[in-house]
């Protein structure tokens, strides 16, 4: 991702780390110095963000991303963000994005520099990645292990299991290692056996005519981009349903696909080395649904 | 953590990004822009560091640090760090420490700008916080699950268990828990019971005169300092291990200590709202030796 713009919030003029940011931001060229060494975010991974996908010009699913920041905040003892600056961070961010195709807008919110007064915030803005073809013939995944229990995140709200935070080594790793395996992505699964997300993706089911994605148990990222589907399926009269999903089930649903706010619906091909069916005309469908202005 | 010193080593002239880092570096403000936003320790918290401590000067076992940091690379598919150059560099931030006192110096390897052509390196130095209270009086900790069954790191090594990661966000919420539980610090316990680590230093027990430590088997990291003293220990003819350590062994243990490079040896003060007794004799020991000129 090259980013052509960007642009730091400026905090409120406070000594105290908890104020929220005033209204209030600067652009900054994307390419040159802009953090120090003393950020949190690059010493520790300390911080939290969302990639919002812009399509003619138009940010979508602003306020759920938002929702979603604010959220990932308070699971990290983050200020309170003040959204509706972030919001029109988003508006002049979007107004850089290619005004006829697609581009992606990123909100990252880190602890600031050690000892320092406030966080660091800021927002970039960049062309999105050519996704036509992956959106056509789809993503081969192969499952790994997550190393958690399914009802580890309820207990240990520590492991930050349900914040979108910076640190995302493992993430990284686990596309490296589905790549090292012939594939394109991956599918974490729980250490005793159940379907949880991708490294940066919803996984949505079809079984028996039902639309399945795994509980946002506090283990999983709600995904925007999967939320807004099911809005759109339950418009049609479809049935969705979140719930606990077992491995098994995986391999024996009629579809499936991985949800993301750029790469939107790419649908499952391969699961661990074998084809599976892809609904090409089902995926045309959904992603020209999410290729339209949505709120 | 206040900066005084910091350089970036130059990468090699070369547009392959698995090249080595040539000799050479460059100081830089350590307070001034020095990153872009396109930075993956950033973003991503996708990269390694160190922390290695300073004592009148002198940069302790840096050799074994060198050995972690390349360690680390390795796990986390990063170019094999040119030791050499990392070495010079860390001469070179030695002479901005403390001459009378205490430093750090902190290595940190990025996986570099998003699509650039070679990762990011830098140092940086300052002086350390005073430790000597903590040293004395001791920690008190809480124990917090890590969520992970004690083989776990052995069968998914995407999960980077045994590599010193930039991605801290959960070591760095599992102290802030700590703090929340009027506690100081944290260890962490596999989900089937077992102890593991620190967030930030190594446990050591002494049980029945045997200095005992948990087996770095993939999921713990081999600290530099718990290395250092059980070589210490040896020289004297006492007994040392590494083992699985059940939880219960915590509270029966006749002392415990947290080891890191930084604060040295701080002997466990409370355990889960319990005091536990504080060998100050031996700790006092342990951090003469400490303090020390190792390599």
Known sequence: ??????????????????????????????????????????????????????????????AAHLERLAHSAALCDLPTPNLEQWRQAVTVAAAHCPADGEGVIKLILSRGVEHGPAPTAWVTAAQAPDNTVVRERGVRIVTLDRGYGIDTPARAP????????????????????????????????SSDGFVLEAPTAS???????????????????HGTTQLSL???????????????????????????????????????SAID?????????LTASFNEYLLSPRT
Chains 1, 2 share one sequence.
Do not use: C
């Open 273 to 281: 080395g074998v084809a599976v069916a892809v609904d090409r005309e």
């Open 1 to 62: 991702m090259t980013w052509r713009f960007a642009l730091v919030l400026e905090p409120a003029a406070s000594d105290d780390a908890r104020e929220d940011f005033a209204a209030g931001f600067r652009e900054i060229d994307p390419s040159a110095p802009a953090l120090s060494v003393g950020e949190l975010s690059t010493q520790r991974g300390d911080g939290i963000f969302e990639s919002i996908g812009v399509v003619n010009g138009h940010a979508q699913e602003v």
């Open 230 to 268: 099911f809005e759109h399926l339950a418009v049609q009269g479809r049935e969705t349903a979140y719930e606990t999903v077992p491995v098994s089930a995986l391999a024996e649903a009629d579809a499936a696909w991985l949800l993301s706010s750029v790469r939107l619906a790419a649908p499952i």
């Open 203 to 221: 996984l949505v089911l079809r079984i028996g005519g039902r639309f399945v994605t795994p509980a946002p148990n506090g283990g999983i990222l």
């Open 158 to 189: 520590w492991l930050l299991l349900g914040a979108k935070t910076l640190s995302y080594a493992v993430n990284m790793a686990a596309i490296r290692e589905a790549k090292r395996r012939g594939a394109d992505d991956a599918v974490f699964v």
